[in-house]
């Protein structure tokens, strides 16, 4: 295959591209990366923390111990306006925490293992157009026209792929002028994270566990445009309005100011070309869900188009939208609550209904929803009407017969057969559960249960037919 082709070309080496990358190539496929930032240039520190269901996901890959090795603070809870609280600790995964690792180091991790795994970058190499033409892709870019049968838009929010394939951002901005920053303190909060608004602003300051904390704020007196730029004094400030202190901020390694968009593609798929990450839905950072449901797109949609290539029946990718799009809504719904919540809170004539909403929020039910959904491990895609409760459900962790682990197992990058009592196909890997429970159950590669039922070889056999091509 000339440089020039591949059998799927991603748009962006953001952490949603580079996990699709990573997956696309060890799964064989010819996969290249068109990034527009020079080689060596990282992406600024924009995502600083790394959810449950995403260390899963790197579990399932081989990387979660290289991202923990970093050192990053593991946060067990998140309580939000001293009213909600999120007991991360309870969660039932190996990684019941946020872990605290800004986003160039876990995309430092994906980039590695991609380009280990055998995918191309090329830097220095914007998108200007595309166009689809007898069932392939061509990207027009300053150094030439490349070609390929599938691509995928993980060019972030100012996705140029979007915009030349015509597709709607419909959304609306949120909130304007937050500021970022990442700052040393010399009289730190009690608590990690802590999150405070009163007197019109609100601050959020977290640990990364290296001597810098990061440092949201906004002040509702002092809005200012996303190019101006922020004084330490500005930080300061809204932080001592919402907390009564500023905690002795000191030697910012960073500081920046942006605004906060909701929007979301209404198609995850035009044709052979798919939108994944920033490029398809974009929302507060409240929750700090952007990085990880950009990654869990990839993890969805990299199997299904491995499987396609190979000759798996091509409907299985119009799963990807049917899957994801509700999923990147309800980020969007839940985030967007929580900005609103900090924002109403802030404001004193508003706080009454603030605490409404948190004294709702703080109900023991609705706090686990949230968690299952902020972590990523409550996340499912239902099933049908014939299909087992269990189908579309995250599968958790599970001891296997031979000492290892089920996300082990899926480090081959295939589906895990659990529990049947025939030998597992060649396109499927087979385990036995240490404590198997009476049913059999088929793990996508993506660590969700594809089929579970009583064991039925046959039925089994048909599944893994239709969703790869090999029986
Ligand atoms: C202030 C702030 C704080 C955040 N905090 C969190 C958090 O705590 N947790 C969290 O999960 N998320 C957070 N996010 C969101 C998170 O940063 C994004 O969701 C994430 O970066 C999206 O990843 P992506 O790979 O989809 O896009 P991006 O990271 O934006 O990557 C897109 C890549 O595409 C490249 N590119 C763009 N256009 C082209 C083109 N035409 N041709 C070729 N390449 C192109 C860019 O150079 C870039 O490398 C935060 C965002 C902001 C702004």
Redesign the pocket.
């Known amino acids: 295959m000339s440089d020039q082709q591949a059998e799927v070309v991603i748009?962006?080496?953001?952490?949603?591209?580079?996990m699709l990358a990573g997956d696309l190539a060890e799964a064989g496929v010819e996969t290249l990366v068109?990034?527009?930032?020079g080689a060596g240039i990282s992406?600024l520190s924009?995502?600083?923390?790394?959810?449950a269901r995403t260390m899963e996901m790197f579990d399932a890959r081989g990387i979660a111990e290289e991202l923990l090795s970093r050192g990053g603070a593991r946060l067990p809870g998140i309580r939000l306006f001293n009213r909600v609280s999120l007991h991360l600790a309870e969660l039932e995964t190996r990684f019941p925490y946020l872990l605290m690792a800004p986003?160039y180091d876990v995309e430092r991790v994906l980039l590695r293992r991609a380009t280990d795994a055998g995918a191309r970058i090329r830097y220095d190499?914007?998108?200007?157009d595309v166009e689809q033409a007898d069932g392939r892709v061509a990207l027009t870019?300053g150094r030439g026209r490349f070609t390929a049968a599938y691509a995928v838009a993980?060019?972030?929010?100012?996705?140029?792929?979007r915009k030349a394939i015509g597709m709607p951002y419909p959304g609306e901005s949120v909130l304007e002028s937050?500021m970022?920053a990442d700052v040393r303190l010399a009289e730190p909060p009690a608590e990690s994270p802590a999150i405070h608004g009163v007197n019109g602003a609100f601050c959020f300051v977290a640990d990364f566990g290296d001597g810098y904390w990061?440092v949201?704020a906004w002040n509702s007196a002092d809005q200012r445009g996303d190019d101006e730029p922020v004084e330490l004094d500005e930080l300061k400030e809204a932080a001592r309005l919402a907390f009564g202190t500023d905690f002795g901020m000191r030697d910012p390694r960073w500081i920046?100011r942006?605004h906060?968009d909701e929007r979301q593609v209404p198609e995850y798929r035009d044709g052979n070309v798919f939108l994944?990450?920033?490029?398809a839905h974009?929302h507060s950072?409240a929750?700090?869900?952007?990085?990880?449901?950009?990654i869990q797109d990839a993890a969805n949609l990299s199997w299904k188009l491995a499987a396609v290539l190979r000759g798996a029946d091509p409907a299985l990718l119009d799963t990807y939208h049917a899957e994801r799009h509700p999923v990147g809504k309800a980020v969007l719904r839940s985030s967007g609550a929580m900005i609103r919540l900090a924002a109403e809170r802030s404001k004193l004539k508003a706080a009454i209904g603030g605490l409404a909403a948190a004294a709702a929020l703080s109900v023991k039910p609705i706090e686990r929803k949230a968690m299952g959904m902020i972590s990523g491990v409550g996340i499912h895609y239902g099933h049908g009407k014939d299909e087992d409760a269990l189908v579309g459900t995250r599968a958790r962790d599970t001891a296997l017969a031979d000492g290892t682990r089920l996300y082990e197992a899926l480090r081959r990058g295939r589906f895990v057969v659990l529990d049947s009592a025939e030998a597992a196909p060649a396109a499927a890997v087979g385990a036995a559960s240490a404590a198997p429970d009476g049913l059999a159950r088929v793990v996508r590669p993506d660590g969700y249960i594809g089929w579970a039922g009583p064991d039925d070889p046959a039925a089994i056999r048909d599944y893994l037919e239709t969703r790869t091509g090999e029986r």
Do not use: W, Y
């Open positions: 748009v962006g080496a953001g952490p949603t591209g580079l068109l990034e527009k930032r992406n924009r995502a600083f923390g790394v959810h986003q190499c914007a998108v200007t870019t993980a060019d972030g929010v100012g996705s140029g792929v937050i970022l990061r949201f920046s942006f906060s994944a990450g920033d490029a974009c950072p929750g700090g869900q952007g990085m990880n449901t950009g």
